[in-house]
């Protein structure tokens, strides 16, 4: 059974650049493409984008200009930088694998997300 | 304003069938591309419901079920629990914005 474990500062400052860490166990990071959403409290889901096991990227247009996601294949991590964050910024981030499964996409498995508010 | 459109809320009785609905346009869900479901309980992350607009994964109930029509789907609960209070989201692929994955605004679910 795939498992995500999000990590990284729950707090950032306006401005700033918000870093998670997402690290996969009972499986590997080298096939399928890996995911960040975010949920601002009380609201729905936004997907931020995705990156292949091999490195190639997709990201949502709306936050494309401030997103970076990057793979650590030797640790079993991807990560996700997000820059110049504002307060529209905080929300519960989640990673989650977006997997080939029954000749569709869906986020089969998912982290248990990691709330990140932006605050002075 | 989310670009797949789903009611804020809906409710129903113990035992009663409940539908949820889920509308796009022609460069998602019309454009032939599939829909998922996710079930998101209180405090907790999604889980996935439903795949590839009418399958569901091992373990989920067979008192969910999904269908798609032109730009729509629903997703439909029978056989209602106190359970399966929670918000659900529909996930689809839009063409239009540079092959984005976009979530429905997602439908609470209550349980009276």
């Known amino acids: 059974q795939v498992q995500l474990q999000e990590s990284g500062p729950g707090l950032v400052k306006p401005s700033e650049t918000l870093s998670l860490t997402c690290s996969v166990s009972?499986?590997?990071?080298?096939?399928?493409?890996w995911s960040w959403i975010r949920q601002p409290p009380g609201k729905g889901l936004e997907w931020i984008g995705h990156?292949?096991?091999?490195?190639?990227?997709n990201y949502n247009p709306s936050l494309k200009s401030r997103v970076t996601i990057s793979v650590d294949r030797s640790k079993n991590q991807f990560s996700l930088r997000l820059t110049s964050v504002t307060a529209a910024d905080t929300a519960v981030y989640y990673c989650?694998?977006?997997?080939?499964?029954?000749?569709?996409?869906?986020?089969?498995?998912w982290g248990q997300g990691s709330l990140v508010t932006v605050s002075s | 304003q989310s670009v797949l459109t789903q009611s804020p809320s809906v409710s129903g009785a113990p035992g009663q069938r409940v539908t949820i609905s889920c509308t796009g346009s022609?460069?998602?869900?019309?454009?032939?591309?599939?829909v998922q479901w996710y079930q998101q309980l209180p405090g907790t992350a999604p889980k996935l419901l439903i795949y590839?607009?009418?399958n569901r994964p091992s373990g989920v109930p067979d008192r969910f079920s999904g269908s798609k029509s032109g730009t729509s789907a629903s997703l439909a609960i029978i056989g209602l629990q106190a359970a399966d209070e929670a918000d659900y989201y529909c996930?689809?692929?839009?063409?239009?914005?540079?092959?984005?994955?976009?979530f429905g605004g997602g439908t609470k679910l209550t349980v009276l």
């Open positions: 989650a694998r977006y997997s080939l499964y029954g000749g569709t996409y869906p986020f089969d498995f």
């Open positions: 009972g499986g590997s990071i080298n096939s399928n493409h």
């Open positions: 990156i292949y096991y091999s490195g190639s990227t």
């Open positions: 022609t460069s998602n869900i019309g454009a032939g591309y599939d």
């Open positions: 590839g607009n009418t």
């Open positions: 996930q689809s692929f839009d063409s239009s914005l540079s092959g984005s994955i976009v």
